[in-house]
């Protein structure tokens, strides 16, 4: 996603905190769709708000590591051709994989029942939200293009750079859980039937995202 920005807007940009300009920033991406947005709206209506919130976590999560590598100047580490490969490979396993059982996962209606087996369950959707998003390698050419961005349009110092990428993680991070909420809200309008069609629409949409990563592997380490 190319982002041009006018010498005006950036240079009254520069003028705020790195922070506000972080997020700032970060509510261009508040209509970014893809394999994790789907997942999120999908364990919201079906799981509750609450799971949608460690879905949330483990994205967020998988972000953070990226923007501190780059940080830290371990991103020429990501954009190895064998590394991009094998997160691709993991990718789309991980993206068909989970759109097969979506299609044929039997649709339920959140109710709210909390025990305590239960909740042990909630790491695992930490771990769903880190891996669907950490292992795209789309998500690695988004935060490359947003750290060159910053590179060419600030003139940030490393402190400030970790305070701009702390608010953009902010923001999307809570559009992730206005988002989730929003479905959450919208679970009254929810029947059985509807929930079929969504595991299903949700089971196709991956499944599509594979095949695009399939061609993605395909077109950059096999031709």
Known sequence: MEILLSRSEIDNIELMPPYITGLIFGLVFIFSIGPAFFSLVQTSVQ????????????ISASDVIY????????????EEPNTRMWMAIGGTVILIAYGIYSWFKQP???????DGKKELSLVKYVAKGFFLNGLNPFIVVF?????GL??????????E??????????????????????????RSLVTPHKVLILNRS?????????????Y????????
């Open 47 to 58: 799981k509750g708000f609450k799971k949608a919130i460690f879905l949330a976590v483990g």
């Open 67 to 78: 923007v501190i590598l780059a940080l830290m100047g371990a991103a020429s580490l990501l």
């Open 108 to 114: 339920k209606v959140y109710k709210n029942q909390i």
């Open 143 to 147: 935060w490359m293009s947003i750290i």
């Open 150 to 159: 910053v590179a060419v349009n600030y003139d940030f110092s490393p402190i």
């Open 161 to 186: 750079q970790v305070y701009f990428f702390m608010g953009v993680l902010t923001t999307i991070f809570v559009t992730d859980i206005t988002k989730a909420f929003i479905a959450h809200r919208l």
């Open 202 to 214: 949700v089971g196709v949409i991956l499944i599509l995202f594979g095949i695009h990563m399939i």
């Open 216 to 223: 993605f592997l395909v077109n950059n380490y096999v031709i």
